[in-house]
């Protein structure tokens, strides 16, 4: 693999964890995350 081909791994593995974590707070406290 190339340096290019492992940044984008990081970043799309990374781009999933954040939706992964802001998608639980949205569903598991959704007033005290919104507000």
Do not use: K, Q
Not at 7 to 29: D, W
């Amino acid at each position: 693999m190339t340096i290019e081909h492992i940044i984008l791994t990081i970043y799309l593995l990374a781009c999933m964890v954040i939706g992964l974590v802001v998608a639980r707070r949205a569903l598991v406290s959704d007033d005290d995350y919104w507000v």
